[in-house]
């Protein structure tokens, strides 16, 4: 089982995923720089946080053009996992491999905080261990987390249980005052329809050690294990 | 020749940023706004010898492949011989 992390200029929580595979996972995890393009040795593939191309443009909006987008894209679409975490959700946005925007939060502050999200499904590679409507704390860093979408995209994934997170507050209620950036819907992570991508805002790879606050992050990279695990 | 692309959001999506702008804008004591919406300007210089129409339907390209994303965002472009 290889993990791969990939590196755009500007990345800055490539390490810390890199440690969590490494230290948590137990397993092999290489840093791929954009420019490559060969992903056949990898299971799984992280889009880290940071600010790719320095978020010029839109956040993700250069990332996308990156030549490594295209190896992604392939990788995905033969059913292998891509988890893209705070700016690699964006970049899934911006590349098209998950449906809606991200766009400024809805009180203009870079957020850097901890919060609460419920998790919504767990019919996916990264959530099957999780529990269903359990409360995970994971802090989020960013400035442009409020998730957009049409009223059909919504529908859709709220019908094909692809939102797996919400914003919630400590009982698990996911309100309007819980929800941090002003995300439609209170949605903090989605899946594809496939379910094998998936991205969000908060950072489970940040909140893996008591030590930092929060070790609820760690199933989610224990499912993903889980899944490749049973594959193999 | 140069090419002008307008970028702004779609009426449907919200522009916290066009909000607060519109709010200092306010304490100005200019009182008759409605509202206010941020959008982008790009100018690109064209080298080649393309046609206007060419340099139009080019243009309209990278405006939508890459200045703007057509899930939030709509754009305009100007030719300027």
Not at chain 1, 51 to 78: H, I, Q, T
Not at chain 2, 52 to 68: C, G, P
Request: some cysteine; overall charge negative.
């Amino acid at each position: 089982m290889k993990f791969g992390v990939i590196v755009f200029p500007g990345s800055n929580c490539d390490h810390d995923a890199y440690h969590v595979i490494s230290k948590h996972v137990g397993q092999p995890v290489d840093f791929i720089w954009h420019r490559d393009t060969d992903l056949r040795s990898y299971d799984a593939v992280i889009i880290p946080g940071g600010f790719s191309y320095g978020d010029y443009l839109r956040a993700g909006a250069l990332a996308r053009f990156s030549p490594v987008m295209n190896s992604v894209k392939e990788f995905a679409a033969k059913g292998n996992l891509v988890l893209g975490i705070c700016n690699g959700f964006q970049i899934l946005c911006e590349a098209g491999l998950l449906p809606g925007a991200l766009i400024r939060n809805r009180d203009l502050h870079f957020i850097c905080d901890h919060i609460d999200v419920r998790v919504e499904s767990t019919n996916t590679p990264f959530t099957h261990e999780l529990k269903a409507g359990g409360v995970l704390r994971m802090p989020i860093a960013h400035a442009d987390g409020n998730f957009v979408c049409d009223e059909g995209t919504l529908d859709e994934l709220r019908r094909e249980d692809r939102i797996v997170f919400r914003y919630c507050d400590r009982d698990g209620q996911a309100t309007e005052a819980a929800n941090p950036n002003g995300s439609r819907d209170n949605i903090a992570g989605i899946c594809n329809r496939e379910r094998n991508v998936m991205g969000l805002m908060p950072h489970p790879e940040r909140a893996c050690e008591d030590l930092l606050g929060s070790s609820d992050g760690r199933d989610v990279f224990r499912s993903l294990a889980g899944t490749l695990a049973t594959a193999a | 020749m140069k090419a002008k692309v307008y970028v702004t959001l779609k009426p449907s999506v919200l522009d916290p940023q066009g909000k607060a702008i519109k709010h200092s804008i306010e304490l100005l004591g200019y009182n008759g706004i409605s509202d206010i919406r941020q959008g982008k300007y790009f100018e690109i210089a064209i080298a080649g010898q393309q046609t206007a129409e060419q340099a139009r339907e080019e243009t309209m390209r990278m405006a939508h492949d890459v200045l703007s994303n057509p899930i939030i965002e709509d754009f305009r472009v100007e030719i300027e011989e």
